[in-house]
Nanobody
Framework: QERLVESGGGLVQPGGSLGLSCVYDETVFSIATMAWYRQAPGKQRERVASITTGGYGNYADAVKGRFTISRDNAKNTVHLQMNLLKPEDSAVYYC??????????????WGQGTQVTISS
């Protein structure tokens, strides 16, 4: 059973926008602070943004002011709106609970992720 399903990635030009969605298993994640992570080739996975059940968002410096995280608790969905995209934003994007360190094996397995490629 997939507990985390990400979607919405694609290929866009620098300066463009994309919206990602993650549907999560409500029995597992409904009371969790959720986060988006990304992993580029040859790099460690990094946290991009997180959001509490109450809707408070927190962002990595690299995306602050460009990305917006939101969640719909009724639909068990977390969104990531990405604007002013840069080539360095290219990565596979994943969602999961907040607080997973790069080398840590999470309690709940990663989903398949969604590929974001920023290129002209």
């Amino acid at each position: 059973q997939e507990r985390l399903v990400e979607s919405g990635g694609g290929l866009v030009q620098p300066g463009g926008s994309l919206g990602l969605s993650c549907v999560y298993d409500e029995t597992v994640f409904s009371i969790a602070t959720m986060a988006w992570y990304r992993q580029a080739p040859g790099k460690q996975r990094e946290r991009v943004a997180s959001i509490t059940t109450g809707g408070y968002g927190n962002y990595a410096d690299a995306v602050k002011g460009r990305f917006t995280i939101s969640r719909d608790n009724a639909k068990n969905t977390v969104h990531l709106q990405m604007n002013l995209l840069k080539p360095e934003d290219s990565a596979v994007y994943y969602c999961n609970v907040d607080g997973i360190s790069p080398a840590q094996t999470p309690k709940w397995p990663w989903g398949q992720g969604t590929q974001v490629t920023i290129s002209s």
